[in-house]
């Protein structure tokens, strides 16, 4: 069986390109014809009638899925051998990937580590649930050094997957978390409220908590504050325990009651209710806003060890108020591979920088010369800060002939546009597509990804093609990447409405990807992913009758989503960082981010805009219109153009 397979997925290089068309035509037919009624007797759990469709279609590009869809009937039940069976059959596929992951949480679920020790070796791209039902199954396979791969699952007190939730409990067991270890822990989960958590662990290190203490600290913290006693480690916690309910309630009573709570007690604990505050506070600024407390309390709490978490929130409240001694703490306390991101590196020169001493002032210039050579957000802040005009994009590379032929007999890809050409849903469609370009990726195959690249563009295909282009590593096509569909439209309503038509195609590409049917969890759609009641506001702007169907027309969408813009625009002192926040998250936030000190400078802004889908928005958006200023002839870009200072929230 394993050779017809091979044979069918042409895996001859020497074919010319026309039999590898017709071939996979032929496949895709057969796939048309028989797919999506294999998929619905799926859906109805006819097991016999998808053992016919697998007979059926097991030379065809899709053939896989009636045999996939019957193992992940009972999945859990399924012996290991029929998995690892599959995985070995069709090897590296995206649903052996996934069939193999899904696999293992399951087994982790009945805790039969055993079972799933042999399907690990299959998953190589697991995502962060995955990844802990792995770490569990190494662990119990006698891995020592799996939990010290895991500090992060181990501190994290926001909400995360079962199976990361399990990981930490298994590391408690553990005699390589060390007793600062399981206090770091500790404190972290009582000063956010998981008192059931946090009693296991502080039984690990001899101190015995009581729920009911705690429950009757959460009912009335201030109270408990007042006289709270502080001579033995049960007490320091249900202080930690306190002050972080009261933060968490009342932000501003914490501020004034914590050195009062925190006086004698030792070092370490003082500093503990400190990092409570301070943490709370940070992580709070949609309902607080910005407090510069906070950042006062994280620099009271400086000594204590920073979780990634703590890191970055330091780092964000010291960005904010032009903390940058803060900020080289901040950065300091990280991890060394979170250090080593563009964001991190761009930060620290940006303390640096505000030192003065010039040894400090040239490490700065040496980290944004480093940068400067990439064109990602980071990397286009740090040309701005040497003063490098970003003046052209890389020279179009394009795929070959042999790459196209290549792309014909590629099964991943094969997979991906007989799915697209049957209609399939985009939960089969880009998992395959993305699967596809990740194998590509690995094998530094640009040649590869650029003809389907290509081959997408040419489909109308816009959105896996900008994710295809996106990956190549040195041959690259910015036409794919940064797609220019309906330009006409784009810049006549661009125009029409005052904004930049770059601005526009770049806050496009961030929305909808170009997809014209796109369709939001919240009800936004089309190119510019424009909500209903927004559509309506605009409508009566422009003096028409709204009619809900309009929205989904290409050209209607272009021309409510850029005069909306527009509005916002001129609504939130003509910024387009903040325009593109309020696009978002809507302008009322975007406002209320805004300083009511003083103005600081947009990438401050950017950076500590508290809802992260938001502040990665503006980000994607600000890089975007740079480079498509470029594409559109508008001559020199740094991304400052767009980038401002934030003016203060009532100078409107």
Same mark, same amino acid.
């Given at each position: 069986m394993l050779n017809r397979i091979f044979k069918s997925q042409n895996y001859y290089p020497l074919l010319a390109l026309g039999v590898a068309t017709a071939c996979a035509s032929i496949s895709v037919q057969a796939a048309d014809e028989q797919f999506n009624d294999a998929l619905r007797a799926a859906n109805a759990g006819n097991i016999s009638l998808l053992q016919q469709y697998q007979s059926q279609m097991q030379n065809d590009a899709l053939g896989y899925y009636p045999e996939y869809w019957m193992l992940n009937t009972n999945l859990a039940s399924q012996p290991t051998s029929s998995i690892t069976n599959f995985a070995q059959r069709y090897p590296q596929s995206a649903m052996a990937e996934k069939l193999s992951a899904d696999y293992v949480e399951e087994k982790v679920k009945m805790a039969d580590f055993a079972s799933a020790q042999p399907v690990l070796q299959y998953v190589s791209n697991p995502d962060q649930a995955e990844s802990c039902a792995m770490a569990q199954v190494r662990a119990k396979s006698g891995d020592p050094l799996v939990f010290a791969e895991y500090k992060d699952v181990w501190?994290?007190?926001?909400?995360?997957?079962?199976?990361?939730?399990?990981?930490?409990?298994?590391?408690?067991?553990?005699?390589?978390?060390?007793?600062?270890?399981?206090?770091?822990?500790?404190?972290?989960?009582?000063r956010v409220g998981q008192p059931g958590q946090a009693i296991a662990t502080a039984q690990t290190i001899g101190i015995n908590l009581s729920l009911a203490q705690l429950n009757s600290i959460q009912a009335n913290a201030l109270n408990y504050l007042w006289n709270a006693p502080k001579a033995t480690k049960e007490d320091q916690a249900y202080i930690i325990y306190a002050i972080g309910r009261l933060a968490d309630s009342d932000l501003n009573a914490a501020f004034s009651t914590a050195r009062r709570a925190a006086e004698g007690l030792p070092e370490d604990a003082q500093k503990a209710v400190y990092r409570a505050v301070a943490y709370v506070g940070g992580t709070t600024v949609m309902k607080n806003n910005f407090n510069r407390e906070v950042l006062d309390f994280y620099d009271a709490s400086y000594g204590l060890p920073l979780s990634p978490e703590e890191a970055e929130i330091y780092a964000r409240q010291a960005i904010r108020f032009n903390g940058w001694n803060s900020l080289l703490r901040a950065i300091e306390g990280m991890s060394v591979t979170q250090r080593q991101e563009d964001r991190w590196q761009y930060w620290l020169a940006r303390a640096y920088e505000q030192q003065t001493d010039s040894k400090s002032k040239k490490a700065a210039q040496d980290i944004y010369r480093q940068l400067s050579v990439g064109d990602d957000y980071h990397n286009l802040l740090a040309k701005d800060r040497i003063g490098q005009a970003y003046n052209n994009i890389p020279a179009y590379s394009e795929a070959t002939n042999?790459?196209?032929?290549?792309?014909?007999?590629?099964?991943?890809?094969?997979?991906?546009?007989?799915?697209?050409?049957?209609?399939? /849903?985009? $939960?089969? #469609?880009?998992?395959?597509?993305?699967?596809?370009?990740?194998?590509?990726?690995? =094998?530094?195959?640009?040649?590869?990804?650029l003809a389907a690249a290509k081959r997408a563009t040419d489909m109308g295909w816009y959105d896996r093609a900008i994710y295809a282009a996106d990956r190549t590593t040195t041959k690259h096509n910015y036409g794919y990447r940064y797609a220019m569909p309906h330009r006409s439209y784009v810049v006549a309503h661009s125009q029409n409405a005052g904004i930049d038509p770059a601005w526009a195609y770049g806050l496009m590409r961030q929305e909808s990807?170009?997809?014209?049917?796109?369709?939001?969890?919240?009800?936004?759609?089309?190119?510019?992913?424009?909500?209903?009641?927004?559509?309506?506001?605009?409508?009566?702007?422009?003096?028409?009758?709204?009619?809900?169907?309009?929205?989904?027309?290409?050209?209607?969408?272009?021309?409510?989503?850029?005069?909306?813009?527009?509005?916002?625009?001129?609504?939130? /002192?003509? $910024?387009? #960082?903040?325009?593109?926040?309020?696009?978002?998250?809507?302008?009322?936030?975007? =406002?209320?981010?805004?300083?009511?000190?003083?103005?600081?400078?947009?990438?401050?802004?950017?950076?500590?805009?508290?809802?992260?889908?938001?502040?990665?928005?503006?980000?994607?958006?600000?890089?975007?219109?740079?480079?498509?200023?470029?594409?559109?002839?508008?001559?020199?870009?740094?991304?400052g153009q767009r980038m401002q200072t934030i003016p203060l929230r009532n100078s409107q």
């Open positions: 501190l994290t007190t926001n909400s995360q997957p079962d199976s990361c939730t399990g990981l930490g409990r298994m590391m408690l067991s553990s005699p390589l978390m060390t007793t600062q270890d399981r206090q770091q822990r500790l404190w972290g989960q009582l042999q790459d196209a032929v290549r792309l014909s007999q590629d099964i991943h890809f094969r997979r991906a546009f007989a799915l697209r050409n049957v209609g399939a /849903s985009d $939960s089969f #469609v880009n998992r395959e597509w993305n699967w596809a370009v990740r194998q590509a990726y690995l =094998r530094h195959d640009d040649g590869l990804i990807r170009f997809v014209t049917g796109a369709r939001s969890h919240v009800g936004a759609g089309g190119l510019m992913q424009i909500m209903p009641d927004t559509a309506k506001l605009v409508a009566r702007q422009m003096g028409e009758t709204y009619n809900p169907a309009a929205l989904s027309d290409m050209n209607t969408n272009v021309r409510y989503g850029t005069f909306y813009l527009s509005m916002i625009q001129r609504q939130l /002192s003509n $910024s387009p #960082v903040l325009a593109t926040a309020g696009y978002n998250a809507g302008p009322n936030r975007a =406002r209320r981010w805004q300083p009511d000190g003083q103005p600081i400078a947009a990438d401050q802004y950017t950076e500590t805009i508290p809802l992260t889908e938001t502040r990665d928005y503006v980000k994607h958006v600000m890089t975007n219109a740079t480079h498509y200023g470029i594409l559109l002839g508008q001559g020199s870009q740094t991304i």
